[in-house]
């Protein structure tokens, strides 16, 4: 099952032939396992614009991705000649990355370098690393060479294979990906953390357990599968499920990084379904992408919408990660420096027939985490302590929860809206300062009728303008006030009374 695709590598164009199940089967196993032959979602494509140097991070790693209307090209973010940040370069218009520092500049598809001093000098070439577009999502992979030729391929589920397929969610957050994972598969938190009913139905109970089953898939790729039947758990009855013939709730997690969840029928049809992709930006940070969809359908709400709903749904516990995550990333790092990999079941209570799931991933991180490249780099070089010093503390909110720079600055259609809003908000303000100031003017020439409609008018771009305002202080920054979590918490009981005995139930 040998699936060619054209990459660019640092010399030239090849074709890679990607690993066989039978051999990447053993090479990938988790006392193997090798992070850095791995593709990478890092963006969603319409995130990237075309021709701007694009930087991303992969374990602490930076580079720098290029789109261009035919291609997509990647290097280290660091100049060949004097290493300043080719992020902050430019793109030249036959498609070079030029360095703005001295003005050195990298073909794309075979790293030649350009140096514009000595233009007949020989430069050795930049190393290119392979990148591609695949289901809407720009990928990454942080080899060369030989590692590269037989990585496995890009993983998006069938229905999302097109390049076409529209934009998600993105985030960037100061949790580390081992720890993201655990959240996104943590389905106990969603009554508590979230309020919301629906993931009670992706829980375990004795009578209902999480079947959990763990597999390499036919490219070598770990992956652990649970499933249970879509019934109340922790709650007693939930309007969201038919217990005469219950759906089954899944959710799969395959390495390196995708996750997916959905209910579905007897015959495997599903009305709705949700994907992640978690990016291991570096410790104590990651990349979010997300995306919910109905299998079939293409349109749904404009994404700036979606993002509305998103970032107030991740405000909503992404500060608890922060606070656990200072303890866990000690603990690992106290094990890493006596040579010892960190054992979350000895951290960790796994009291709950809900965390079945969670535990099986645990053990994978486990012996995998230890395996990132450069994860423990911080125990030899200052360097590298500077750089992830702030995930061993927990940041106040308005740092760890900062919708601008998590969300907006690496959100095209979010930097748009707010854009428009801000627009919106300051011209519909002066126009209802303008028709009301009418408004009084006319009431004494032509009558209360002609003042009502004025005032009327005056309302609507009000009503207008406080809607953008409202819509750019979403995308602008600090949301989640101990205001709004205290509303948070005074919601759980309505879903999970405080009094034993109490029915718990729960209707959307
Ligand atoms: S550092 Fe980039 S051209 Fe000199
Ligand atoms: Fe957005």
């Given at each position: 099952?040998?699936?060619?695709?054209?990459?660019?590598?640092?010399?030239?164009?090849?074709?890679?032939?990607?690993?066989?199940?039978?051999?990447?089967?053993?090479?990938?196993?988790?006392?193997?396992?090798?992070?850095?032959?791995?593709?990478?979602?890092?963006?969603?494509?319409?995130d990237i614009p075309l021709n701007t140097p694009y930087k991303t991070t992969l374990f602490d790693v930076d580079y720098v991705v290029v789109r261009t209307p035919s291609d997509v090209?990647?290097?280290?973010?660091?100049?060949?000649?004097?290493?300043?940040?080719?992020a902050e370069g430019r793109v030249?218009?036959?498609?070079?990355?030029?360095?703005?520092?001295?003005?050195?500049?990298?073909?794309?598809?075979?790293?030649?370098?350009?140096?514009?001093?000595?233009?007949?000098?020989?430069?050795?070439?930049?190393?290119?690393?392979?990148?591609m577009v695949k289901g809407g999502l720009v990928w990454l992979l942080p080899c060369e060479g030989a590692d590269a030729v037989t990585a496995p391929p890009p993983y998006v589920p069938e229905e999302l294979e097109h390049d076409?397929?529209?934009?998600?969610?993105?985030?960037?957050?100061?949790?580390?990906f081992s720890l993201l994972l655990e959240n996104v598969v943590d389905y106990d938190h969603g009554l508590f953390a979230h309020q919301v009913s629906g993931f009670d139905l992706y829980c375990g109970s004795l009578d209902h357990p999480q079947e959990v089953s763990t597999s390499y898939d036919a490219d070598g790729r770990f992956e652990v599968t649970m499933t249970t039947k879509a019934l109340?758990?922790?709650?007693?009855?939930?309007?969201?499920?038919?217990t005469a013939s219950p759906l089954t709730a899944t959710a799969i997690f395959k390495s390196p990084q995708f996750v997916s969840a959905c209910r579905f029928d007897d015959e495997g049809k599903t009305s709705f379904k949700t994907v992640f992709w978690l990016v291991p930006t570096g410790v104590g940070r990651s990349r979010f992408l997300s995306?919910?969809?109905?299998?079939?359908?293409?349109?749904?709400?404009?994404?700036?919408?979606?993002?509305?709903?998103?970032?107030?749904?991740?405000d909503q516990d992404s500060h608890l990660l922060v606070t656990e995550q200072s303890y866990v990333l000690a603990e690992e790092f106290k094990a890493a420096a006596e040579k010892k990999p960190l054992k979350r079941d000895r951290v960790y209570r796994y009291a709950s027939p809900g965390e079945k799931l969670l535990a099986a991933i645990g053990k994978w991180l486990d012996t995998t985490v230890p395996k990132q490249p450069g994860r423990y780099d911080a125990l030899k070089s200052v360097a590298a302590l500077a750089r992830i010093a702030p995930a061993f503390t927990t940041a106040p909110r308005e740092i760890t929860l900062d919708r601008w720079s998590q969300h907006t600055a690496v959100c095209a259609d979010s930097q748009a809206m707010l854009r428009n809003a801000r627009w919106?908000?300051?011209?519909?303000?002066?126009?209802?300062?303008?028709?009301?100031y009418r408004g009084v003017q006319v009431l004494a020439s032509q009558g209360g009728w002609y003042c009502v409609a004025h005032c009327?008018?005056?309302?609507?771009?009000?009503?207008?303008?406080?809607?953008?305002?409202?819509?750019?202080?979403?995308?602008s920054g600090f949301r989640k006030t101990a205001l709004s979590r205290d509303a948070d918490l005074r919601r759980i009981p309505t879903l999970f009374p405080d009094q034993p005995g109490v029915s718990h139930s729960a209707t959307p």
């Open positions: 099952m040998a699936r060619p695709i054209n990459l660019r590598t640092s010399m030239r164009s090849v074709t890679i032939k990607h690993a066989t199940s039978s051999s990447s089967s053993s090479s990938s196993s988790t006392s193997s396992y090798d992070w850095t032959r791995q593709w990478y979602a890092v963006s969603w494509v319409t090209y990647a290097t280290r973010d660091a100049c060949p000649h004097r290493l300043a940040s080719l030249t218009t036959d498609g070079r990355l030029q360095c703005a520092y001295h003005g050195w500049s990298i073909e794309g598809d075979t790293g030649d370098i350009h140096v514009p001093q000595a233009p007949r000098g020989k430069v050795p070439c930049a190393t290119m690393y392979p990148c076409d397929v529209a934009a998600g969610v993105v985030r960037d957050v100061p949790i580390d109340p758990k922790v709650l007693e009855t939930n309007s969201l499920s038919d995306k919910g969809y109905a299998p079939g359908k293409k349109k749904g709400l404009p994404r700036w919408v979606q993002h509305l709903f998103i970032n107030r749904f991740l919106l908000a300051c011209i519909a303000a002066a126009a209802a300062a303008c028709l009301a009327a008018f005056s309302a609507v771009c009000l009503f207008v303008s406080a809607v953008s305002a409202w819509i750019v202080t979403e995308f």
